[in-house]
Structures are given as C-alpha cells and as structure tokens.
C-alpha cells in the first residue's frame, strides 16, 4: 500500500508546485514585464492617485460628468452579473422607466432619443464605454453644468471616441473615465 501512496503523494507534491507557484510566477513575470499596465489592471492615475481602471466601469452620477451604464451588480465588480429580467419583466420596464426619468429630470430640454445603453445594464454591469450616441446625448447637460459650449464637450467626446476593434468588431464606442479625466483637464 505504501509503495502506491509514496508516488501519488509526491506526484501531488511536485505538480501542486508546478501547476500552483511556477507556473502562476512565471505567468506573472511575463506579463509584469511585456504588459505591465495590463498586469496591473489598467489603472488611470492622477497626480499619483489611482482614480479607476480604464477597464472597469465606475458610477458618475454628477450632472457635470458623462455617466456610464446603467449596473446591475451596483458597480461592484465582486458582484458582476446582469439582471436577468427578461424584456416582458416587470421589474425591468419599472427600472429602464426610472432611468428614463431620471434622464429627463437632469436635463428636461434634451429633445434627441434616449440611446438603450443609457437605460439598460450590461451583462457583466462594469462595462466601461458607452456608444459615441449616448455620450452625444449627454453633451448638452456636461456642457450646462460645466459652463462649457456644447461644441467643445462634442469635441471631447468626438476626441475619445474609440474606434471598432482591428477595424472591423464593434461598435465605435466612448470610455466613460477617459472622458471624463479629459473633461477634468480642460478646466
């Protein structure tokens, strides 16, 4: 019985080492060295301060910034899920009606159609961007609440606007704290 155990314990042994501290470490120094803003989770920082990641969406309710999408894991990205209201929900059309309402309560003369992305949540509710739409939609109430002509936060928003990714996947889209560290430097 133990000439069976020796080996299955040290096989344990050797590929706990291999598969749970060498492998994790090498992993690690790889990408600290070839991507290390990546490695680091994409932190945007300001004047030494961490202010987000550009990859996880953060919430902005200040009529002076562009907000973000709509989370249903309440931006907490332990908790990262959708909803998983189907459209004929109640729940749902109580909550996209809230987020219509509270749309036009910030900004009652916004006459454009209110993009989808401003009123639904994502699946994972921590997405970062939102359409060059929905930040168009905005512009009007940042610029009021910054003293800003609408033309110049446009320009902001036209300036940040990523592209589809390798030309061809996506949708253009705007990164929500990319826009609004941008707006911060204008002033």
Known sequence: MTSQLRPAFFMLLIFTLITGALYPLAVTGIAQVLFPSQANGSLMMVDGKAVGSELIGQQFDDPSYFWGR?????????????????????ALIDSIQTRIDALKAADPDNTLPIPVDLVTASGSGLDPHISVAAALYQAHRVAAARGLSEAEVTSLVEKNTEGRQFGFLGEPRVNVLMLNLALDSTQ
């Open 70 to 90: 709509p989370s249903a894991a309440g931006y907490n990205a332990a908790a990262s899920s959708g909803s998983n209201y189907g459209p004929l929900n109640p």
